[in-house]
């Protein structure tokens, strides 16, 4: 490295943040299946009960993809939902992102069958696989497209059919999950760099690969032999759950010169509610405050946060100008952290 880039490298970091785009949340959707499996119905072929899962979860029941149903049909209706939202039309759309660790095939990316389904015609289309973080990891990287101005309008999707990697045996990880998916349309709008500018604030990534061994799919859509079932310690991923998302919360709002009393709402990716519980009680905020779809969705993987994100924002509970939190951890492992004004 010659001396000059080294001393301009030295002073990036200390270089203000002066953005003039920012990602504006311009509308949500969610889409789940129809079939809904309660605790009960899997407690009379599993040595579980309803008891013990709420108690030890927080979930009651999780949505099942029909036989017909898959990352790509439900990752459309997510999207179709958010563009309605919006108001806005397929042709304006120049990005679309899917994370998603259960795509209907290795290639084409079922971002790239999402936009042939909605009829978009131009920009581009690419899938991440970052598991339950994904959903963080998609807005991110659409964050930086619209900041470099690559992309206006970008479709954001988290979408999963955990029904088809689980052990429907294996009571202590097929309790856990259940389908959906959920989009939000994201457009480019003005900022000034302050932490008062509306759309997204900041987005922070982190990945762990030496954990890599405590929550993953034994298989993939390349192995003839094994096309994969999810194994999980689930002990060990609740201690870095807690943790690593208190951690990733905290830095987000130092990043921008936040506190936890700055936060309106957390909206947390959906794994456990004595988790979710856990950061809604670091922030200080009343559970009121916090966006709970867990007892009915159980973990949709990437499509849990903007799932929730959804149905709040339907509900007319988060309201423009509040700031939301959202953080997730997964397999990989990988976590990360958001901050969204609305
Ligand atoms: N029904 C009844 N008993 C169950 C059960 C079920 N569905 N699943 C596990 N158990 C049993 C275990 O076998 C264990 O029995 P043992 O003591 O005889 O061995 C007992 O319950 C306690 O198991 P433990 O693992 O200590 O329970 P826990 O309180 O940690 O809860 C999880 C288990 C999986 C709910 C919890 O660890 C968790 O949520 N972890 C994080 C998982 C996660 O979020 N994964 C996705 C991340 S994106």
């Not at 030890?56 to 209706?77: K, L």
């Not at 806005?88 to 998603?100: E, G, N, Q, R, S």
């Amino acid at each position: 490295m010659t001396d000059d880039l080294g001393a301009l490298l030295a002073s990036a970091p200390t270089l203000p943040r002066t953005p003039s785009v920012r990602s504006l949340l311009a509308g949500t959707g969610g889409y789940l299946p129809e079939r809904v499996l309660t605790n009960d119905e899997l407690a009379r072929t599993l040595d579980t009960s309803d008891a013990w899962i709420v108690e030890r979860t927080g979930i009651r029941q999780r949505h099942i993809a029909g036989p017909h149903e898959t990352a790509c049909s439900m990752g459309a209706a997510a999207a179709r939902a958010a563009l309605g939202a919006a108001g806005a039309a397929p042709a304006d759309i120049d990005a679309v992102i899917v994370a998603t660790s259960t795509p209907d095939q290795a290639f084409p990316a079922v971002a790239a069958r999402i936009q042939h389904a909605l009829g978009i015609q131009r920009g581009f289309a690419f899938d991440l696989s970052a598991a339950c973080s994904g959903f963080i990891y998609a807005l991110a990287v659409a964050d930086a497209f619209i900041r470099l101005r690559q992309a206006r309008h970008a479709l954001v999707i988290g979408t999963e059919v955990y029904s088809r990697i689980l052990d429907w045996q294996d009571r202590a990880t097929c309790v856990l999950f259940g389908d959906g998916a959920g989009a939000v349309l994201l457009s480019a709008g003005p900022g000034t760099g302050a932490s008062t500018d509306r759309g997204l604030l900041s987005t922070h990534l982190h990945a762990d690969g030496a954990l890599g061994d405590i929550l993953y799919v034994d298989g993939a859509v390349g192995r003839r032999d094994r096309p994969g079932t999810l194994m999980m310690n689930g002990r060990e991923v609740f201690r870095h759950a807690v943790a690593r998302m208190a951690e990733t919360v905290d830095e987000a709002l130092a990043d921008n010169g936040l506190t936890h009393a700055d936060v309106d709402w957390l909206v947390p990716h959906q794994a456990n509610l004595r988790i979710i519980d856990a950061m809604g009680r670091r922030l200080h905020l009343p559970p009121e405050r916090v966006v709970v779809t867990i007892d009915r969705h159980a973990n949709t993987s990437a499509a849990s946060i903007p799932l929730a994100l959804a149905e709040a924002l339907a509900g007319q509970r988060i309201r423009p100008g509040q700031l939301v939190v959202m953080e997730a951890l997964g397999g990989g492992l990988t976590w990360g952290s958001a901050l969204l004004r609305i």
